[in-house]
């Protein structure tokens, strides 16, 4: 069974720090790429970045590029993202994707997804 299993979520003030790590079990995805999403209260999922399999190519939302990194470890099956100077708008539920089409670069729509973590809550407070 495949899982994909976020941490590092929680509370932090703006122009804060966070890192989100999330662990994929049940199958490797180190030749597919992966992503992140977020959703907040009333909004639909939006994209915040994705990486090719290789690491050597990445896209982010044009809101938190200059402020996010995303990066992956295939040794450890394992994906992260770095966000710094966070900001109130910031704050939602972060999802971790996993894609299976090596075709797709650095997906951005949900759709060009094929399994999803349970999100960490990040709030961000000003």
């Known amino acids: 069974q495949v899982q994909l299993v976020e941490n590092g979520g929680g509370l932090v003030q703006a122009g804060g720090s966070l890192r989100l790590s999330c662990a994929a079990s049940?199958?490797?995805?180190?030749?597919?790429?992966m992503g992140w999403f977020r959703q907040a209260p009333g909004k639909e999922r939006e994209f915040v970045a994705a990486?090719?399999?290789?690491?050597?190519?990445?896209n982010y939302a044009d809101s938190v590029k200059g402020r996010f990194t995303i990066s992956r470890d295939n040794a450890k099956n394992t994906v992260y993202l770095q966000m710094n100077s966070l900001e109130p708008e910031d704050t939602a539920v972060y999802y971790c994707a996993a894609s299976l089409h090596p075709g797709i670069y650095t997906p951005i729509n949900t759709y060009e997804y094929d399994y999803w973590g349970q999100g960490t809550q990040v709030t961000v407070s000003s």
């Open positions: 049940g199958r490797t995805f180190n030749n597919y790429p």
């Open positions: 990486i090719r399999w290789s690491g050597g190519s990445r």
